[in-house]
């Protein structure tokens, strides 16, 4: 479980998180839905343990992430906005290194690395450098490397962003598949499809705050609307905290 208390971060006159609280549970794909600038980035970086709030907790599994950074990185695998991977280095490369940083002996680095290869079809990639790839096979890659250490909570920051249709269909497959085995799966998106697409619960965020969270049937509800894309625009008016 995922639980994101009473977050703020400012940066200089910018408020980045202005009291922003939800929670992601195991087993449940979340959607962070939010527009450009809505503070979804900031958030999942303070989760992921690369920025202190100026206020609020983020935990995992009720481990604080400010406390207890490191308890805390080795449930999480993380997919960055971008892919992060380093060019230079080959696919295999970038994922044994992560599996190092988490503290992997070689031996189950090398065996996590073939049963991941197996499921995102990695076979002809792993060898060559990064740098050449496209948006789809770097997203595979990435994805590899934040499963190294098999963690239980999945952070991913605008994965489908750069994909191609078929490319953001096995993308889709992979989260479903993560939260089947019951992981908990924590994505940020601004598209609604993404949301409709493959979640079960919908975090609508604007303007640093948290304007609803429910399910993806009971959201439009919520704001009295039928569809998603009314209720939407309803709950990331300006000043409407409805
Ligand atoms: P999102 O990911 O929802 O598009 P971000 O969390 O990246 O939003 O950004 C929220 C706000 O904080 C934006 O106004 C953005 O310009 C600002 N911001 C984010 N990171 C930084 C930073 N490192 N320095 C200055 N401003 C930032
Ligand atoms: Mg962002």
Redesign the pocket.
């Known amino acids: 479980m995922i639980e994101i208390e009473d977050l703020e971060k400012s ?2 006159e ?4 202005d009291g922003a609280s939800f929670r992601a549970e195991r087993g449940k794909i979340t959607g962070l839905l ?12 303070i989760l992921y343990t690369v920025m202190k709030p100026d206020r609020g907790v983020a935990r995992v599994d009720g481990i604080d992430v400010a406390r207890e950074a490191r308890r805390a990185r080795r449930r999480l695998g993380v997919l960055p ?1 971008g892919s992060g991977l380093y060019g230079h280095l080959t696919a295999r490369e970038n994922i044994r290194y992560y599996g190092a940083l988490h503290g992997l002996r070689r031996s189950s680095i090398a065996a996590r690395i073939d049963q991941l290869c197996r499921v995102l079809d990695l076979d002809e990639l792993l060898d060559r450098p990064c740098k050449g790839f496209s948006q789809g096979q770097k997203a595979r890659v990435a994805l590899a490397r934040a499963l190294i250490h098999d963690p239980s909570h999945v952070v991913l ?2 994965p489908s962003s750069g994909l191609d249709v078929m490319a953001t269909r096995r993308f889709r497959d992979w989260i479903r598949t993560l939260r089947d085995e019951g992981r908990c799966v924590l994505f ?1 998106t ?1 598209l609604m499809q993404e949301v409709t697409a493959v979640c079960d619960e919908v975090v609508v ?1 604007a303007g ?1 705050r948290v304007r609803a969270q429910a399910s993806l049937e009971a959201l439009p509800g919520l704001t009295g609307h039928t569809n998603l894309e009314d209720a939407f625009v309803a709950l990331t008016q300006p000043g409407d905290l409805s």
């Not at 910018?14 to 998180?17: E, F």
């Not at 939010?34 to 970086?45: H, I, Q």
């Open positions: 940066f200089k910018t408020k980045a998180l939010g527009p450009n600038g809505a503070g979804k980035s900031t958030c999942l970086r906005h920051d605008e940020s601004h965020i640093g």
